[in-house]
């Protein structure tokens, strides 16, 4: 890791990895963070912020000026899916949405079927915002509900009710967004079988087109991990959620939705095309601070240990990420002197982290991620990828785990069992890279 700002030695990023991956028309996915909140959820260890918004411009600006830095560098390559998260993107005025959309319509080519998506906290819309949010080029919204108990939500430090929650969904669906999905918190400190089924129950009543639902985990320093360690509170009970887990995946069937991962399920043919970028280990520029990217580099297969390309990531802070992308626009960066990321990354103020990828961090990873959806790891797009087979790559993990009865091969993939899903740790830890 290096610290914001430092120039990278040449022999950490090589030019010559990206050369390659420059060449083809490979698909790439945006993620645009935004870290403004209006308050931090008792929960959340994501990078963002309350108390920061007269940022909001400066930072706009930044994240456009980041656009147009990176855009030589991928000019031959098509953007599928675009992803605001946060943070809270729907405190950004309509205004900044259309300037941001702007200027990723200008530096990158945009697919005509393009999805774009955009975290919203209900606590934050009105009828109006949504209409303008879909005018200008947002196609997919995806709301931050939690619970529709007030009790609960009050809990969490979130801003708005379950009543405004229902209203913002029908508020979207108005403004005639095709596509909304859901994310729910269960398994929260006390909260029995019957509330989390009451909340679920109401969501599908909605009739979302995708549902997330995520158990309550407990992350150091956030205000609840505190609350715990004082015995304020008591901290989530494991087989609880487990229950809740199984309850779930059994009434979500049965309500027509289909589970494509761990923690997703979705109307036929309405998965999150941006999210399974990720979990098939794709290729995306992530920009805004704290945000990373993955991106390919040359393909060694003959020798298996080629370098792979490069994961890396923009400072932390809003502050420090707007002042160091504006000095690396007036050190005059310009991606189109080279067309290569390599020596980019080396002069991209902003980025504070680059790894190089190796073929087995590569691998593991694509056998990880794929592990979470329900349909599993390719086993013939594992081997084209990378040159050698899951069987050879991981052969005694893959023996051990189906022997647990965590994993199975069907139909020329390898995936999780049912109670694989319950215990994904297990298996992910053994495809770790030693
Ligand atoms: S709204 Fe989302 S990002 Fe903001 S503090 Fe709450 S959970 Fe975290």
Redesign the pocket.
């Known amino acids: 890791m290096r610290s914001a700002g430092e120039v990278c030695p040449p022999s950490r990023v090589s030019p010559n990895c990206y050369d390659n991956a420059m060449t083809d028309r490979s698909p790439l996915s945006l993620y645009l963070h935004i870290p403004f ?1 209006t ?3 008792s ?2 260890d ?1 990078n ?1 912020y309350a108390g920061i918004e007269s940022l909001m411009r400066p930072f706009v600006d930044a994240l456009c000026d980041e656009m147009r830095l990176w855009a030589p560098v991928v000019a031959d390559r098509r953007v599928e899916t675009a992803f605001f998260g ?3 993107p729907s405190l950004l005025p309509v205004k900044e949405v259309e300037r941001i959309v702007g200027a990723m319509r200008g530096a990158f080519e945009l697919a005509p079927d393009a999805e774009v998506s955009f975290e919203a ?1 209900p606590g934050t819309v009105e009828r109006d915002y949504l209409r303008n949010l879909l005018a200008a080029g947002v196609n997919r919204i995806s709301f ?1 509900v939690q619970s529709f108990h007030d009790d609960e939500l009050a809990a969490l430090d ?1 801003i708005h009710s379950g009543e405004e929650a229902k209203e913002a969904y029908h508020w979207a669906r108005e403004a005639g967004f095709e596509r909304i999905n859901l994310d729910f918190i269960y398994g929260l400190s006390e909260q029995p079988m019957e509330r989390w089924q009451t909340t679920l129950e109401q969501a599908i009543a909605l009739g979302p087109e995708h549902l997330s639902l995520y158990a309550l985990t407990i992350e150091e320093g956030t205000k609840l991990a505190h609350d715990i360690e004082r015995g304020r509170v008591p901290g989530p009970d494991g087989d609880v959620q487990a229950a809740m887990y199984e309850w779930s995946c059994e009434r979500l069937a049965h309500a027509g939705y289909h589970q494509y991962e761990i923690s997703n399920w979705c109307r036929p043919g309405e998965e999150c095309r941006h999210n399974l970028v990720y979990w098939r280990n794709g290729e995306w520029l992530g920009l805004g601070p704290g945000a990373h990217s993955h991106l390919a580099g040359t393909r060694n297969k003959e020798q298996g240990t080629g370098k792979m390309g490069y994961r890396f990531a923009d400072v932390h802070s809003p502050r420090r990420y707007i002042d160091l992308v504006r000095e690396t626009v007036e050190c005059g960066v310009d991606g189109a002197a080279g067309g290569h990321a390599g020596p980019l990354l080396r002069e991209m103020r902003q980025v504070a982290f680059v790894e190089e990828q190796t073929v087995e961090m590569e691998m593991a990873d694509t056998a990880i991620l794929g592990l979470r959806l329900n349909e599993g790891v390719d086993v013939r797009e594992f081997e084209r990828r990378f040159g050698r087979s899951v069987e050879e790559a991981y052969g005694g993990v893959l023996a051990e785990t189906e022997s647990f009865g965590l994993v199975e091969r069907k139909n020329g993939h390898v995936r999780l069992t049912d109670r694989g899903r319950l215990l994904g740790n297990e298996v992910f830890v053994r495809l770790l890279p030693p």
Request: hydrophobic residues 15%; aromatic residues 14%; proline residues 0%.
């Open positions: 909140c308050l931090k959820c929960y959340c994501f963002s946060g943070g809270t906290n931050g979130r």
